[in-house]
C-alpha cells in the first residue's frame, strides 16, 4: 500500500467520531492491506513501531522534529518553532510547510514498508552523534512524502496521532462486525499482546497458532468484586480461598537452555532484571526448564524481627514501590528485600496453561516452584462453604493483609475481568460506612488552584472512568491531597497537558478543566459512597473523593470501567 493512500485512511478516522464509522474504516483499510504488509500498517495506525513491552521507541522530541521540519522545508528553525506555539500540533506544521513553500520534488511512491522501514532505522539509530543523524532521517523521509502524509509522519515521534482509538477497536475490525471471532481475536490477543502480529495471523488464518512464549507478556488476569461470600459461592460453586497482597503484580519468565529471565508489569511493560537483582538467580528456585510465573512482590521489613511462627512482616505499598526507582538500585534492595508471591502458572517446559483448571495449574506450581525464600507459593483452602471465606478473610485481615482473593477452582486463567473466575474481597479503609474498595481512575484534566493552591499550579483535577475505547468523567478531586502530593501532580501533569480535549474523552462541557491531559496518570481513590449523577458522562459519581496512590503499576486499559462501578453500586446497596 502506498503511503499517501494509508494517510488519506488516518484523515478519515481523524474526522471521524463515531465509534462505529472509525471501526468500518479500519476494516476497509486491513482488507486493502497484503498479509505482508498489515503488521506494519497495524502499529503506524497506532503510532508504534512495535508492541510497548519491546521498548521500540524513535526518541525523537517536538524539538528535534521541529528541527527536521526546518531542514525538510528549508525554513528557519525560530519560525517552525513560533508556528509550533501558535498551531500545538507538530503534525499540522509539518502539513503547513509543506503545502505553503515546499516543491514538488516529493516520491509519493513511497509504500507503508518503506516509510516503517526508515522510522526502525531512526528508532535502532544509538550512540555518538545519534540525535544529529535521527534528525537527518527523519528530515530525509518528511521531504519524500506529500503533505497529508507529512502530517501523520511527523505527529508519531511525540505520540500525538490524535485517532482516538486503540487495540481494541483494531480487534473489532479486524473481526469484521463478526462477535464469535471478536471473542476469538481477542483471546488470542490476550496470550500474546502484539496487536500487529495477531492482526497478521488472522489475515493468514492462523490465529489457532497463538500461545504464549517466554519472553512476551500475557494480559494478566484480574479480580471481580463482590462482598458477599454467599453470591461467591453461588456464582462460582467451589472455589480456592488465598490471601491478598498489596504489592507490585509481576511476571517472571525463566528459560534455563540460555538462561533468560524477563520480568514484566501487570501493563506488560518489561523491567530491567538489575532493577529486582534477586531474581538474577530465579532459576536456582525453578524446577522446570522454562515457565511463566504470574507472581506479586511484596517489600519485607528488615529491621523487623522475625518472631517464631510470625511469618516475614511485609511492607505498604507505597514502600513497596521504591524497588521500582532506577537509581540507588543496591540500596533499595537492601534497605526493601523482595519476596515473591507466586500465584500461578502459566507455561512450562513449552505445555501451555492456559486452558488448564486453577485447581491443576496450582498442582503444577506445587511441583515448579522451590517455595520458601525468594519465590513462595501460599497457603490456599479448598471450599464451598461461605464461612470459609470469611473466616479466611478476617485472618488475614488481622496480618496487615488486604483480606482474601477467590478463585474459581475449574476455571482457566482468563485474561482481563471476564466472568466470576477471580473475586477480591477486602476494606480501603478498613472502616464502616465507605466504599468498601477503591477505584482506578484517569486523569482527564485539571484547574489552577486558587489562593494557597495557585502555589502548586492544581486546585483539583477531573477523573474518569474507562467505557470500551472511551473515558467517561466520574469526579473531581480537589481534597485529601498533602501539600507534597500536589506538588507531584503537578510535575505530573504539565508534562502531560494538551491543549484539545483527547479524542477519547467524553465530558459535559460544564466540567471543562484549565487544562486537559491525555490519558496516561492513573490513580487510586477512595470515597465515602458511589451515587447516581447526571452532571457526569458516566451516570455516577464519587461522594468525597480521597487520593489513596498514583498508580504507575497500572495502565489506563486497566481503569475500573462504568460496569465495574456499576456493579459497586449494586453491591454498596446489599
Not at 95 to 108: L, Q, T
Not at 326 to 336: G, L, M
Request: include cysteine; aromatic fraction near 8%; charge should be positive.
Amino acid at each position: 500500500m502506498k503511503f499517501k493512500v494509508f494517510a488519506e485512511y488516518l484523515e478519515k478516522l481523524e474526522k471521524t467520531p463515531s465509534r462505529l464509522e472509525i471501526t468500518r474504516i479500519l476494516t476497509d483499510l486491513f482488507k486493502d492491506t497484503s498479509s505482508g504488509e498489515i503488521q506494519k500498517t497495524v502499529y503506524l495506525s497506532l503510532g508504534v513501531l512495535a508492541p510497548n513491552y519491546e521498548g521500540v521507541l524513535l526518541n525523537l522530541a517536538e524539538k528535534m522534529v521541529a528541527r527536521a521540519i526546518a531542514i525538510a522545508y528549508k525554513q528557519d528553525l525560530q519560525t517552525v518553532s513560533k508556528t509550533y506555539k501558535e498551531k500545538g500540533d507538530m503534525g499540522d506544521v509539518a502539513e503547513h510547510y509543506h503545502n505553503s513553500n515546499y516543491g514538488s520534488a516529493m516520491n509519493k511512491n513511497l509504500s507503508v514498508t518503506d516509510v516503517y522501514e526508515k522510522l526502525l532505522e531512526i528508532a535502532r539509530d544509538d550512540g555518538e552523534g545519534s540525535a544529529d543523524r535521527k534528525i537527518k532521517k527523519m528530515a530525509d523521509i518528511l521531504a519524500r512524502v506529500d503533505p497529508l502524509s507529512a502530517r501523520y509522519l511527523a505527529r508519531i515521534p511525540v505520540g500525538k496521532l490524535r485517532l482516538g482509538f486503540s487495540e481494541k477497536t483494531v480487534i473489532a475490525a479486524l473481526a469484521k462486525s463478526d462477535k464469535k471471532q471478536e471473542v476469538e481475536i481477542e483471546k488470542a490477543y490476550n496470550i500474546r499482546p502484539d496487536i500487529g502480529y495477531i492482526a497478521r495471523l488472522v489475515k493468514s488464518n492462523k490465529l489457532q497458532e497463538t500461545r504464549p512464549e517466554v519472553g512476551v507478556p500475557v494480559v494478566p488476569m484480574l479480580a471481580q468484586r463482590l462482598n458477599s461470600t454467599s453470591e461467591m459461592i453461588k456464582k462460582m460453586r467451589e472455589v480456592s480461598v488465598e490471601p491478598k497482597f498489596d504489592g507490585l503484580r509481576i511476571f517472571i519468565h525463566f528459560r534455563r537452555k540460555d538462561n533468560l529471565i524477563k520480568i514484566f508489569t501487570r501493563n506488560m511493560n518489561a523491567i530491567d532484571i538489575n532493577t529486582f537483582p534477586e531474581l538474577l538467580d530465579v532459576g536456582k528456585y525453578i524446577k522446570a526448564d522454562e515457565t511463566i510465573l504470574d507472581t506479586e512482590a511484596i517489600g519485607l521489613d528488615p529491621t523487623s524481627p522475625r518472631l517464631r511462627g510470625a511469618g516475614p512482616v511485609f511492607l505498604d505499598f507505597q514502600r513497596t514501590i521504591q524497588r521500582r526507582r532506577k537509581h540507588d538500585i543496591a540500596k533499595n534492595a537492601s534497605e526493601i528485600p523482595l519476596q515473591f508471591q507466586v500465584f500461578d502458572i502459566l507455561l512450562v517446559n513449552g505445555k501451555s496453561l492456559i486452558n488448564t483448571p486453577y485447581v491443576a495449574r496450582r498442582e503444577e506450581l506445587e511441583k515448579v516452584v522451590v517455595n520458601g525464600g525468594l519465590l513462595r507459593v501460599d497457603e490456599n483452602t479448598i471450599t464451598d462453604n461461605p464461612e470459609v471465606i470469611k473466616k479466611y478473610h478476617e485472618k488475614y485481615l488481622k496480618m496487615g493483609l488486604e483480606g482474601v482473593v477467590v478463585k474459581k477452582a475449574n476455571a482457566g486463567y482468563v485474561s482481563g475481568r471476564t466472568g466470576w473466575n477471580w473475586i477480591k474481597m477486602k476494606e480501603a479503609e478498613g472502616q464502616s460506612g465507605r466504599l468498601s474498595d477503591t477505584v482506578d481512575c484517569v486523569v482527564m484534566g485539571y484547574s489552577v488552584g486558587k489562593g494557597k493552591r495557585s502555589g502548586f499550579g492544581v486546585g483539583q483535577f477531573l477523573v474518569g472512568v474507562k467505557d470500551g475505547d472511551v473515558f467517561k468523567s466520574v469526579t473531581k478531586v480537589g481534597t485529601g491531597l498533602t501539600d507534597e502530593q500536589f506538588r507531584e501532580l503537578n510535575t505530573r501533569l504539565r508534562k502531560l497537558s494538551t491543549k484539545e480535549k483527547p479524542k477519547e474523552y467524553e465530558v459535559h462541557n460544564d466540567l471543562t478543566p484549565d487544562y486537559w491531559v491525555s490519558p496516561s496518570l492513573v490513580v487510586e481513590l477512595a470515597a465515602d459512597e458511589i451515587t447516581k449523577s447526571p452532571k457526569h458522562t458516566s451516570g455516577l459519581a464519587l461522594r468525597f473523593p480521597r487520593l489513596v496512590n498514583f498508580r504507575d503499576d497500572k495502565s489506563v486499559g486497566e481503569a475500573t470501567t462504568i460496569k465495574e462501578l456499576r456493579e459497586m453500586l449494586r453491591m454498596q446497596k446489599v
